[in-house]
């Protein structure tokens, strides 16, 4: 079982990727292909070098992507602000890219966390094989679990996979009681539509339990990214939604008596 695992950040005192003052680890690697990821480097699981063309200076620099890294070695990092989790009922949040996607190395971190008693969440897109989420239910206080597109031709167009699987995974995790937050993605354009989002409200009323939600504000660093690291953009520019037509997005979740707040 490897210890060792790929990452290409960490950011310490997060405050958007689960309860209280959290340190977020960002795992490369992902199984989807979301055309509006805020993370596009994290797509590919290796460790990547990028050109980066300054247009100001006109010259160009080499951006290497993505560190190996041990458990002790982030374990370490991690407990740094072991006093801040203690005091806001925070913890740790493996995100990404995907964690399952090296899902030994999310185990093993997550029982170290657990031996310090450090609270943990998974931010997950739920496209992994049952066995692995099956692996870590013992060890994890929170999974944080995307709903992206309920029509699965075009969850297919925009992420590159079905999402069968996802909504399987989601059922078997309530079946097993584990601890979820539903997290969706306000794409303009694609995610927000009437249709959309009437869509994901009928699907989390047919959920066995109800589920507390978050939406996701559009993350402009999509754009600014790929462009950066000279990926194709294939959405273009989109228009931002303005703050009421946000609420007024909410307020469907509202009158449907689903919980719902807002975050970056």
Same mark, same amino acid.
């Given at each position: +079982? ?23 680890? !960002? ?7 979301? %055309? ?29 992507? /993505? ?7 982030? +374990? ?15 913890? =740790?949040? !493996?995100?990404? /890219?995907?964690?399952? &996607? %090296?899902?030994? @190395? ?26 692995? @989420? ?12 995307? *709903? ?17 699987? &996802? ?8 079946? %097993? ?12 354009? &694609? ?10 409200? %009928? ?7 109800? *589920? ?7 993350? =402009? ?32 979740? *509202? ?10």
């Amino acid at each position: +079982m490897s210890k060792n695992g790929i990452i290409f950040d960490v950011k310490r005192y997060a405050i958007h990727d689960g309860p209280g003052i959290r340190t977020t680890v !960002f795992f490369k690697g992902c199984a989807m292909a979301c %055309q509006w990821c805020h993370n596009p480097e994290s797509k590919n699981c290796g460790v990547e070098q990028f050109s980066i063309t300054d247009r100001v200076k006109k010259s160009v620099k080499t951006e290497i992507v /993505g560190y190996e890294i041990t458990v002790v070695e982030l +374990m370490k990092v991690i407990l740094k602000d072991k006093v801040f989790y203690d005091e806001s009922s925070g913890g =740790v949040t !493996f995100s990404g /890219g995907e964690p399952f &996607v %090296q899902s030994d @190395f999310l185990f093993e971190l997550l029982k170290a966390c657990k031996k310090e008693s450090i609270h943990t969440a998974v931010d997950t897109s739920g496209e992994t094989n049952w066995n692995d @989420f099956k692996k870590i239910l013992n060890f994890v206080n929170l999974f944080l679990f995307d *709903l992206k597109i309920i029509n699965d031709e075009l969850h297919k167009e925009y992420t590159g996979v079905s999402n069968q699987r &996802v909504h399987d995974n989601l059922n078997q995790l309530i079946e %097993q009681k584990a601890p979820i937050e539903l997290r969706i993605p306000l794409i303009p354009s &694609v995610t927000d539509s009437e249709q959309a989002i009437d869509d994901i409200i %009928q699907f989390i009323l047919s959920l066995k339990i109800k *589920l507390p939600v978050t939406l996701l504000k559009y993350n =402009v660093l999509n754009r600014d990214k790929l462009d950066r690291f000279g990926l194709p953009n294939r959405l273009g520019k989109l228009t931002v939604q303005s703050k009421e037509e946000l609420e007024a997005i909410r307020e469907k979740f *509202l009158k449907n008596n689903i919980a719902s707040n807002f975050s970056e």
